[in-house]
């Protein structure tokens, strides 16, 4: 079944500790993103890549950190910078061509900072 | 910057009965809108609505695209518990770069 994975689901994390959150396709899609959800704030992108090896900030990109080496794969990094860091963490793909916006989302990963 | 606009931001209605959410947009070169269902974790797709294309339905569920008042709104009738979610309208620009710009969300609570 293709779909998009994102792990681990929970996580806790103390304070001054960097975390990586996974989100993995197998869509084969080319575009991916990062969103952050917070009550009552609706989705905000953090990071977006449109094709390997190449990627943008979204509109609360401080703090965060990411890679795209390779099509399927996607990484989000919370790092000690990011003064507040507990949020319901949501990756997407796209097929990134000019047809659609359509998004496919994971399941989520919420952070909580202790 | 863009900007998506939701209303109301929570609603609680009875089984049966009908709503409709309503979502404004400022965008500079708007190319399309979509609205999604977020019932726990992972939004779903419901609707893409574009300039050639500005009403959708699909069962109980139908959405309106109003170019002239830059809006959209999202009907539902004889609703069901299961309606019961976060609805989430967002908006994508030709200028973007494949980016959709998200409302805050409408939480419908659907009691039996």
């Known amino acids: 079944d293709g779909g998009i994975t994102q792990s681990p689901k929970y996580l806790f994390r103390k304070e001054g500790q960097n975390v990586t959150l996974s989100c993995e396709q197998n869509?084969?899609?080319?575009?991916m993103y990062w969103y952050r959800q917070d009550p009552g704030q609706g989705l905000r992108l953090i990071y977006y890549?449109?094709?390997?090896?190449?990627?943008q900030k979204g509109d609360i990109a401080e703090g965060y950190s990411v890679s795209r080496e390779k099509k399927e794969s996607f990484p989000l990094t919370v790092t000690s910078a990011q003064k507040n860091p507990t949020a319901f963490y949501l990756c997407?793909?796209?097929?990134?061509?000019?047809?659609?916006?359509?998004?496919?989302f994971g399941e989520g990963s919420r952070l909580t900072v202790l | 910057e863009d900007k998506v606009v939701q209303s109301p931001l929570s609603l609680v209605v009875h089984e049966g009965d009908t709503v409709t959410l309503n979502c404004s947009y400022e965008?500079?070169?708007?190319?399309?809108l979509l609205w999604y269902k977020q019932e726990k974790k992972a939004p779903t797709f419901l609707f893409m609505l574009?300039?050639?294309?500005i009403e959708k339905k699909s069962g109980r569920l139908s959405s309106i695209l109003d170019k002239k008042e830059l809006s959209s709104i999202l009907n539902i009738t004889a609703t069901q518990t299961g309606d019961s979610a976060i609805y989430l309208c967002?908006?994508?620009?030709?200028?973007?770069?494949?980016?959709?710009?998200f409302g805050t969300g409408t939480r419908l609570a659907v009691r039996p």
């Open positions: 890549s449109q094709i390997v090896n190449d990627f």
């Open positions: 574009t300039s050639s294309g």
């Open positions: 965008v500079t070169n708007f190319r399309s």
């Open positions: 967002a908006v994508e620009a030709f200028s973007s770069g494949d980016k959709l710009t």
């Open positions: 869509l084969n899609h080319d575009a």
């Open positions: 997407a793909s796209a097929w990134g061509d000019t047809n659609t916006g359509e998004l496919f």
